[in-house]
């Protein structure tokens, strides 16, 4: 029995209080139980305490704010930073009968004041606003003018300036806790390390807090990093091998790159579009419109993209370019597969990667423990990427949380191979060594595995680098061999890159390695990548576990239909397709086939609203299939 449970026990309100928060997730949401630490925060926060939650993407962090404020006498205040999303929201929650309204800068004065007018009537259920408008004295007049049942601090790790996604407003979040002491807070986050965690606390005020801290394991994605060769040509392979006509998201690190990807892909029947900030407002908002209400669509984009988005059948997210931080990778990574079924984080990883991020921490803002700071998370994301390991450890274990082999990330389908790289290594270095003692020269690494390789090259006749005793010691290794072990000594720090041509310098380790026999093992470059069809076999397996209810293959049509009528629905409301119902409930509906309107209240995710004004059109749906299909679907 868990502590929130011994509380529950002796508060004599406690009892109609859950059972009332159960009622609310069967009768709104359609669910008949609560998932892992659920039920312990909506106790606590509908108690009247703070809390801080981490749960990964797709957990049901929104479920431990929306039940406590549709308990809980007044309006439960929602801080986002997702201006973009709050209109998505609000309408999701709205087709669920919640009463919800927002607060932004993309509203004219009536609006506002029509909300601001409902708030303080009490005819809201949830109001969402902005971290900057609780800078503004007028929005701390209208809430003193209200009820607050709580207030909830959505993307909390955006308090944490070491973090990857740092939004100064978050740092006067603690105003709350000193303006109305006597309301609940729970701050909530989808990743955060122990260090960040701590931060949080600190910045919001909230020592008080219980904090409750889920698995941050996603075991439906499958995590797989390849070697970069032509990254349009692999992206467009993967796609078309494992996710034909599935939603995604790429992610690249530059604006340009992001256009010609998305080019790339629609030229190639991917139907696929851009976004990032230098595209013009309505342009980015009809993108990311077009996203969550269409099926089948990927979006190309720089990390400014996905936050807070809530389509639950995205199947992959895929990167082009390595992202800056383990975090960063994983909130990224998480926008798949919400709706708990097999879904794939694939990405791209080259040597340029790693110079270029290398010279982006040397050119950073900020003081020389700043740049530290970005070198310690760039480490991490490359022993994640360089690992022999399976990748979910590794993962798993920068947040702290242990676990075993997965069975289902590229690692552990495809174990790799480590070799003693030192010889290798001591050849590299000493090239690095004797051109700058001997020369005074530094290049970068093409030129480098030019003289290993013994090529007579323009540029290495121009310098007489065939000269030097280490022209042609290294053609035992290919050039992409070469690339590797560069990659993996940068990685290891016993490389470093210097200066806007990324030429390559030794650093304070590397005379371990070519004078006091320290050992290098390097993993071994893979002839090719992943076969598709082991990759498939792999998937297929993860979706049966998956899956919360496997059709039958004769109930595969019945699905498809289901979707068809979403989609069309959708359309008409105007509305992603995922707020009429998400696919694990048609796939429920399907599998079941409910002849009534009790049976059809009996599926997860049918809840009272959805039941009235979509229960009718899906029994007719059912039925008629049903007949056409002479009784049997």
Request: aromatic share 6%; net charge negative.
């Amino acid at each position: 029995m868990t502590s929130a449970d011994t509380q529950h026990l002796a508060n004599p309100t406690a009892d109609t209080d859950i059972d009332a928060a159960h009622q609310v997730l069967r009768r709104v949401f359609g669910y008949d139980s609560f998932r892992g630490e659920q039920r312990a925060i909506v106790n606590h926060v509908v108690g009247g305490g703070d809390a801080l939650v981490l749960m990964p993407t797709g957990g049901g962090k929104s479920l431990c704010y929306q039940v406590p404020a549709l308990v809980r006498p007044g309006v439960g205040i929602v801080v986002s930073p997702l201006i973009a999303l709050m209109q998505d929201q609000v309408d999701a929650l709205s087709a669920l009968g919640v009463r919800a309204g927002f607060l932004n800068s993309t509203q004219n004065p009536d609006e506002r004041r029509m909300v601001e007018a409902q708030f303080v009537a009490g005819e809201l259920d949830l109001l969402y606003l902005a971290p900057e408008r609780l800078r503004l004295e007028a929005t701390a007049r209208l809430f003193d003018r209200g009820k607050i049942a709580l207030f909830a601090i959505d993307e909390a790790h955006c308090v944490s300036q070491w973090g990857h996604d740092f939004r100064p407003d978050y740092l006067a979040l603690s105003l709350l806790h000193e303006r109305w002491p006597d309301v609940p807070r729970i701050a909530l986050t989808a990743t955060a390390t122990q260090k960040t965690r701590d931060e949080i606390i600190e910045r919001l005020d909230l020592h008080g807090a219980r904090r409750f801290v889920a698995s941050f394991d996603r075991p439906n994605i499958q995590y797989r990093i390849e070697p970069k060769n032509r990254p349009d040509r692999q992206l467009l392979d993967f796609i078309r091998t494992e996710h034909p006509g599935d939603a995604g998201i790429v992610y690249c690190l530059s604006r340009n790159s992001v256009e010609k990807t998305a080019a790339f892909l629609t030229e190639n029947g991917v139907t696929a579009v851009p976004y990032h900030a230098g595209l013009d407002n309505r342009t980015r908002a009809e993108n990311q419109a077009r996203f969550l209400r269409e099926d089948g669509l990927v979006v190309v984009a720089t990390i400014a993209f996905g936050m807070g988005i809530d389509k639950p059948d995205v199947r992959f997210v895929a990167h082009l370019d390595l992202p800056k931080s383990v975090e960063g990778y994983y909130q990224e990574t998480g926008r798949a597969g919400r709706d708990g079924l097999a879904s794939t984080a694939w990405m791209v990883y080259g040597l340029n990667d790693v110079v270029q991020q290398r010279k982006l921490i040397d050119a950073s803002e900020g003081d020389a423990a700043h740049r530290r700071q970005l070198q310690l998370h760039l480490d991490a994301m490359l022993a994640l990427c360089e690992t022999v390991h399976c990748r979910r450890t590794q993962l798993l274990a920068y947040f702290g949380q242990p676990a075993e082999p997965c069975g289902n990330c590229d690692t552990c389908l495809t174990p790799p191979e480590s070799w003693d790289g030192t010889v290798a290594a001591q050849k590299l270095l000493s090239t690095v060594l004797r051109l700058k003692r001997e020369r005074g020269q530094s290049f970068g690494a093409g030129h480098l595995i030019d003289i290993l390789l013994g090529k007579m090259n323009q540029k290495v006749q121009q310098y007489d680098h065939h000269e030097l005793t280490v022209f042609g010691v290294g053609t035992e290794l290919r050039d992409v061999e070469w690339r590797g072990v560069i990659r993996q000594l940068l990685a290891q720090r016993l490389l470093a890159v210097h200066g806007d041509y990324g030429v390559l310098t030794l650093t304070e380790d590397s005379n371990a390695v070519l004078f006091d026999g320290r050992k290098v093992l390097l993993r071994r470059e893979p002839e090719q990548a992943t076969p598709a069809r082991a990759v498939r076999s792999a998937k297929t397996a993860r979706a049966a576990k998956a899956t919360p209810a496997d059709l039958a293959p004769e109930d595969v049509a019945l699905f498809e239909q289901l979707r068809e009528w979403r989609a069309t629905t959708a359309k008409e409301q105007g509305v992603p397709a995922y707020v009429v119902f998400h696919d694990a409930t048609l796939r429920d509906i399907a599998a079941s086939k409910p002849t009534d309107l009790p049976g059809l209240a009996a599926i997860s995710g049918v809840g009272d609203s959805k039941l009235a004004r979509y229960g009718e059109q899906v029994i007719e749906l059912l039925a008629t299939a049903m007949d056409t299909s002479g009784a049997q679907v």
